[in-house]
């Protein structure tokens, strides 16, 4: 069974840094590419970036290129997205995908809030 | 950047009743293959997001063939043949020609 599983809600004051996790199963992880999500209730689902596990090469989308980091650990076959100085702002859910065609099986969401 | 724009924003729909979204690109999704670049997702309140449709008219897997896709190049329309209380939530389309772009979301919800 195709699953991908993410690391737990976290709570952070600004300026703390975080890595979320996304952890696949049941299918071959370095053969496909990894999504980013962001569910914010004003913007609802934003694109953040994509990692491709294989050699790690990495997308981000302009909004967010700078503001996070992704990458994947092959050996545990887990992606991660990390924020060195967390926001106000970079309260939300998020969501890691796998495309294939579309973006077919999704985490379940990690919600990150960031408040002082 | 590809910007993506959907309407309505909101939908109140009939249970038996058709309904559809509208979905417009800045620029052309028709990929030199031929396949359109776009997906159509599915947000329920408290679960993740669930593909429809994607190359813009296949259903994925699973999918209630009540959902179709159709459209080419920048104008894009899902419908639902007869909406049931089940599809209540909040529609995306999304571009996947380069890299990715969301729509505003189309919320649905019952009369």
């Known amino acids: 069974e195709v699953q991908l599983v993410q690391s737990g809600a976290e709570v952070k004051k600004p300026g703390e840094s975080l890595k979320i996790s996304c952890q696949g199963s049941g299918f071959s992880f370095i053969s496909y590419w990894i999504v980013w999500v962001r569910q914010t209730p004003g913007k609802g689902l934003e694109w953040m970036g994509t990692?491709?596990?294989?050699?790690?090469?990495?997308t981000y989308s302009p909004s967010f290129q700078g503001q996070v980091t992704m990458s994947v650990d092959k050996s545990i076959r887990t992606a991660y997205l990390q924020w060195d100085s967390l926001k106000a702002s970079d309260s939300a859910v998020y969501y890691c995908?796998?495309?294939?065609?579309?973006?077919?099986?999704w985490g379940q969401g990690t919600l990150v809030t960031v408040s002082s | 950047e590809i910007v993506m724009t959907q309407s309505p924003l909101s939908l109140p729909v009939t249970p038996g009743e058709p309904a559809s979204i509208s979905c417009r690109s800045s620029q052309s999704l028709l990929h030199t293959n031929g396949h359109n670049y776009l997906d159509w997702y599915l947000h329920k309140p408290g679960q993740s997001p669930q593909l429809l449709i994607f190359l813009g008219s296949k259903r994925a897997s699973g999918v209630p063939d009540r959902f179709s896709g159709s459209g080419s190049g920048t104008d894009f329309t899902l419908k639902i043949s007869r909406v049931e209380a089940e599809d209540v939530g909040v529609y995306y389309c999304m571009q996947a020609l380069q890299n990715g772009t969301f729509g505003q979301g189309t919320k649905v919800e019952i009369k």
């Open positions: 995908a796998r495309r294939v065609g579309g973006y077919d099986y």
């Open positions: 990692i491709y596990p294989f050699d790690s090469d990495t």
